[in-house]
């Protein structure tokens, strides 16, 4: 069953986002399964997940990618 943004968050989150902030994972992939926009609202699987983004060490540097790779 397809449920709002806010009430995805609501039931994923103890902590309210903003519209914004929802509108931005929803555009960025963030949610999985992705969100549709249906009749200008933003709809997502009542099961959907929250996936963080991927942090990328690899900067191409190899100074930088060491003191990357050593706090990691």
Known sequence: MKITLQEW???EFSVRHSMNTLRAWATSGLIQPAPLKIGGRWMVESYAQYVPPKVNNNSGD????RILKSVS
Not at 62 to 65: A, E, T, Y
């Open 9 to 11: 968050d609501k039931q």
């Open 62 to 65: 190899p100074i930088v990618d």
